[in-house]
């Protein structure tokens, strides 16, 4: 089967920022504790952050970072996690049944953003509390000084403001499992008086307003409009998530997954600008994709690894992911830039441990998923701005998509340094793809890299006694000749090319 592909430096999609591709930190199983923070571990260094974690989040190139939450955020008291080590309280997360020391908070983990050279994204607690406790932790993150708050902030041994600017109005507030779960009404209003009472401190906050937390809600669509009637003049961007999962052996559909990613981008952006045109409002509401992964979720419901005695740090979701899970986080990132002009920003849910690229041993070895190497080279080679590619390919029946295309691909490219990328994945389960590029109008006339993820048992892992068993391959197939670019793509398989 053949595939061709056309790119053209006219057909742009949107500049990149970086913020599509950020990752997500949540106070959940052995994401912090036990994750990115071990003090004791040979590699910690004098804030307990390990060291080899840091350099794989700098290796993966996670951009913004959601923290702390997640479910857990509906039911944090953000006080309790600053100030002296020693008279921060334990408590009870009823997101996650276990129990938080508070041995990190906001000024710990903004230390560990330094190491990483990551930005922050905050949410607030909208679950359990409200405008004044989100008041209280804008004015302890970002006042420079003189006040109550951002005085103890300095006396807890941070002198300068966070400066945090992108900040989440409370976590999935449309599902009956958040803490303090709401109707879009009543969240919508919360929203709206919370954003406005935030951007009276600071005007140029970025605010996100909860979106659905899937397409698979009763709510979806209506949420997103409601939620946006009371709160258009006020938020930036309105978030999505999506986590996508293989059932029942049914690897096409599953392979098809950024069918349903887009549908729900359509949709998002369908409500958003309805809302918008009959406000004849200006201004565009961004999509913030702030949770979008691969997650077996099915299987950790019927598990009991949640509803056991409170722990602290248990381990919670830690998924282990395959090639084939793999080839679809590529095809999710691909779907979020053939989007870019609308999903503004995104976070991988999540970074270490908990459904994560990131694993580590408590005393012992980090290692990459599957999953890391599609992210890390996106991250790495998308530059400049989005292009969309005009794509003829073939087509596939799926149970759960519908019909799917078997070739699914996005460009960037680099005015600045002439330097472009193709990011593509085969969905075939049996045949190899072969692939032309005209790349005529990009200027290009060298490979520079062609990397594939693929293997002989789509279902090979990387694991704690085997950490390299999956790794990414030369694509030697890549050849360029008078604007023609040809590649061969095997079965279920993720490619990126490099081009100069
Ligand atoms: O990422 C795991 C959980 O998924 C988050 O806590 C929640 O927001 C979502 O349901």
């Not at 005007?203 to 009637?229: H, N, Q, Y």
């Not at 258009?232 to 986590?243: E, L, P, T």
């Not at 998924?319 to 999710?332: C, H, T």
């Not at 006339?445 to 704690?464: C, G, H, I, M, Q």
Request: some cysteine.
């Amino acid at each position: 089967p053949e595939t061709h592909i056309a790119l053209d430096r006219s057909d742009r999609v949107a500049p990149i920022d970086r913020r599509i591709f950020g990752a997500f930190v949540e106070h959940l199983g052995r994401c912090v504790y036990d994750g990115l923070y071990e003090p004791g571990h040979p590699t910690a260094n004098e804030d307990g952050f390990r060291l080899d974690v840091v350099e794989l989040v700098k290796e993966l190139g996670a951009t913004t970072i959601r923290y702390p939450g997640g479910n857990f955020v509906s039911g944090f008291r953000w006080e309790d996690s600053v100030g002296p080590r020693e008279q921060r309280p334990v408590r009870r997360d009823l997101a996650w049944h276990s129990l938080e020391t508070n041995q990190v908070g906001l000024d710990e983990f903004s230390r560990w953003l330094k190491l990483t050279g990551s930005e922050l994204m905050l949410a607030v607690n909208l679950g359990t509390r409200g405008i004044d406790e989100a008041l209280d932790l804008l004015e302890y993150a970002n006042h420079p000084s003189g006040t109550a708050l951002s005085d103890q902030r300095i006396a807890n041994g941070t002198p300068d403001p966070h400066g945090i600017r992108m900040w989440c109005l409370g976590n999935e507030m449309d599902g009956p499992w958040q803490t303090g779960y709401m109707t879009a009404d009543d969240y919508g209003k919360l929203a709206a008086r919370t954003a406005a009472a935030m951007k009276m401190a600071d005007k140029d906050l970025e605010l996100v307003a909860c979106g659905s937390s899937g397409s698979g809600m009763p709510t979806f669509g209506d949420w997103e409009r409601i939620v946006l009637e009371h709160a258009y003049d006020h938020v930036d961007f309105i978030s999505a998530h999506a986590y996508y999962q293989e059932r029942g052996g049914d690897l096409g559909s599953f392979l098809a997954s950024s069918v349903d990613m887009q549908y729900f981008i359509d949709t998002v952006v369908a409500a958003a600008d309805h809302v918008g045109s009959k406000r004849k409002s200006a201004k565009k509401i961004a999509i913030s994709f702030d949770e979008w992964n691969v997650w077996y979720l099915d299987e950790h419901q019927a598990s009991d690894e949640v509803n056991d005695e409170w722990r602290i740090a248990p381990r919670q979701l830690e998924d282990v992911y395959s090639v084939a899970d793999a080839v679809v986080v590529g095809n999710l990132l691909i779907t979020l830039l053939k989007n870019h002009d609308r999903v503004r920003s995104a976070s991988l849910a999540q970074l270490v441990n908990v459904i994560a690229p990131i694993m580590t041993e408590p005393g012992g070895a980090s290692w990459r998923q599957t999953t890391f190497f599609p992210f890390s080279v996106t991250s790495r080679l998308a530059r400049g701005e989005v292009l969309r590619p005009t794509v003829r390919t073939g087509v596939y029946e799926t149970a759960t998509h519908g019909t799917a295309d078997l070739v699914d691909a996005v460009a960037t490219h680099d005015a600045a340094t002439g330097q472009s990328a193709v990011f593509l994945v085969n969905r075939s389960l049996t045949e190899t793809e072969t692939v032309t590029i005209d790349v005529r109008d990009l200027g290009a006339t060298e490979v520079r890299e062609a990397l594939s993820l693929f293997d002989e048992d789509v279902y090979a892992k990387n694991t704690l006694a085997d950490p390299e068993r999956v790794g990414l391959r030369a694509n030697t197939t890549a050849a360029l000749a008078d604007g023609v670019l040809t590649v061969e793509l095997p079965p279920v398989s993720w490619t990126a090319l490099s081009l100069a």
